[in-house]
């Protein structure tokens, strides 16, 4: 019989979501939302440490300590960078992160400076119907093509220098939260803070269920995947199992949904490890989580980085539907519960291979095996001879019967 899973506090993971959310944290700006997290963990009496630059590296203990395996969240954000000063005392901008200037325009955000923060909106260059008519319609999407005003009196690059700000502050966007009572949860930066919640929830469920994981857990938090370095330099421990937490697209094309959890069987880096992505599918239907398989075409992980860093590890992805992603996001309270319990169930399993506990093998004993039914990889159909083709409808009367 199956052993009843601990189930995740929904009101704990939504009110940490909306207190996260209220913390900007777009890449190279984390230090407050670090300090955060690490708050959690220390209440939930979890030991942790801190890389020089930030990244939270935990251990929740198991009955065994090798071979262990790591989740992990990320906790930055896309944002952008002032990048100059215009004439007009309006701000040029640079991503910070991969996304698009269409889901810029109009929003409202947060320019820090070296001695206070200055609000502003994100327009484009042509911003008024008013005075520009059609040729609004018709302008460039990219950055190139917006610009930041600032809610301050300024209407030059001099006006501009004097209030402080400089090539190089950190600009973050209004998150804009909304919760409904439908269970939807519409927000900027979900990407990856519904995740890191679905983690602390899960992580919560656990640790107040008083029972110990089979093996140690390493719940990781990383301020670098956006700009695509994330979990690369994160692992100290001989872990042999990787799983990401992040967020999946949910549109056309796409097999995801706002409410289930996805496992991803491939992304721009590549196949996931087939063993362990199949385990957390075993686990889902074990346990009745809802869950569907995707493919993301244009994307990329913690996980993968990890493995670009020469980690010899199994590597898998988990993430939770959301719609416009990387744009005005939208999830739904089902497709994080899915995912927190899917994380409990997967850090309270044994490990895919005990054997992966040993760096190398010199034997094939103990190795995994994929081709587990009858595979015919020899072609039954054979082609005729050619002569066999040539000179067969000489007559005339054959080639029309």
């Not at 944002?79 to 004439?87: L, P, S």
């Not at 609004?136 to 999407?141: I, L």
């Not at 400089?166 to 600009?171: C, H, I, L, R, T």
Request: aromatic share 8%; hydrophobic share 40%; glycine share 6%.
């Amino acid at each position: 019989m199956t052993a009843q899973l601990p189930e995740p506090d929904l009101n704990y993971m939504q009110r940490v979501l909306l207190e996260m959310l209220a913390i900007p944290s777009p890449t190279g700006f984390t230090d407050t939302i670090v300090r955060y997290v690490a708050e959690r963990l220390t209440e939930l009496g979890i030991p942790f440490e801190l890389t020089r630059r930030g990244t939270i590296r935990a251990t929740l203990k198991g009955r065994r300590y090798s071979p262990d395996r790591a989740v992990a969240a990320h906790l930055d954000t896309i944002g952008a960078i002032v990048r100059e000063i215009h004439d007009t005392g309006r701000l040029g901008l640079a991503p910070v992160g991969c996304w698009s200037s269409r889901f810029a325009e109009g929003s409202r955000v947060s320019v820090f400076t070296d001695t206070g923060v200055i609000r502003g909106s994100v327009l484009p260059l042509l911003a008024s119907g008013h005075a520009f008519n059609t040729a609004v319609d018709e302008a460039p999407v990219s950055w190139d093509h917006v610009e930041l005003r600032l809610d301050a009196y300024t209407y030059s690059r001099n006006e501009t220098c004097a209030l402080g700000v400089n090539v190089g502050d950190f600009v973050a966007f209004d998150p804009m939260p909304e919760f409904t009572e439908s269970g939807y949860i519409s927000a900027r930066h979900l990407d990856d803070k519904a995740g890191v919640a679905a983690l602390l929830a899960a992580l919560k469920a656990i640790v107040e269920s008083g029972r110990e994981p089979p093996i140690d857990v390493h719940p990781l938090f990383t301020i670098t995947e956006e700009v695509g370095s994330g979990a690369a330099a994160a692992l100290p421990w001989d872990v042999s199992e990787f799983v990401g937490i992040d967020i999946a697209p949910v549109a056309p094309g796409q097999q995801s949904s706002e409410h289930a959890v996805s496992v991803a069987m491939q992304d721009s880096g590549g196949p996931y490890d087939y063993h362990l992505s199949r385990q957390l599918l075993r686990l889902a239907a074990e346990y009745e989580v809802p869950v569907r398989r995707d493919l993301f075409r244009y994307y990329h992980s913690d996980a993968q980085s990890a493995v670009t860093a020469g980690h010899d590890i199994r590597t898998a992805l988990l993430a939770f539907g959301c719609d416009a992603t990387h744009g005005y996001e939208r999830t739904h309270i089902d497709s994080l519960k899915a995912l927190s319990r899917l994380l409990t169930a997967y850090m309270m399993s044994p490990p895919v291979f005990a054997s992966d506990a040993q760096h190398a093998k010199d034997s094939l004993e103990r190795f995994s095996h994929q081709l587990e039914h009858d595979a015919q990889m020899e072609n039954d159909t054979r082609v005729p001879p050619v002569d066999t083709l040539i000179g067969r409808h000489s007559n005339p009367q054959e080639r029309n019967s």
